[in-house]
């Protein structure tokens, strides 16, 4: 089978995508990081890929008079790098149905709590604001909704009674970046089948 091409969206440090590199490079996913885009020039993530060699690109939004042709800009360079899965890894922007439907069925995103619970921005401080005595992260397809659609895998970390929003985002992050791999090398290995709100994993 030949190496699924990644193409990862992110905003801020990049620390999904740095473990998703690692797991690439020990084998364990079996894929290849054709772009890393950012919204932000400044974006840890941008140098973290250009480092490692990967192309590394910076979408403005404010470099577009709308939100369609700045979308348009970023499936721009997706396609020119043959990307295959678009993987959402910190990228803090709601993506539109026109780029969602360019890349149906093949946009993941990772979301810092159970969803449906706590979706959309600052997660961790919503838990903690509602009480709740369980988190966790999710990761799913993207559908149109904001942090609705299919959801791939879930791991639950408690929240613990002293809990800040910084020390539930340090033991929530360990598990995503374990998770996100773990998904991604499932979609790769073409192991996950969407059916309607259900996504099944195929037995390897
Ligand atoms: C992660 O916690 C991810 O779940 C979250 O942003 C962080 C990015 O960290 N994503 C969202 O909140 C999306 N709604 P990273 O840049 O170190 O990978």
Known sequence: MSET???ILASGRGSNMQVILNNIHS???HAKIGVVISDHPTAKVLEIASAAGIPAVCVERKNFATKQEFEAAIAAELVNHEVKLVVLAGFMRILSGYFIGLFSGRIMNIHPSLLPAFPGLHAHE????????VSGCTIHFVDEGVDTGPIIMQQAVAVLA????DRLAERIIKVEHALYSKAIGL???QRLCIEGRNVKIIEG
Do not use: F, H, R
């Open 27 to 29: 084998g364990q996913i």
């Open 126 to 133: 919503q838990v903690l604001a509602y009480g709740a005595k």
């Open 162 to 165: 002293d809990d800040t929003a």
């Open 187 to 189: 979609y790769c290995e």
């Open 5 to 7: 091409v990644l193409g």
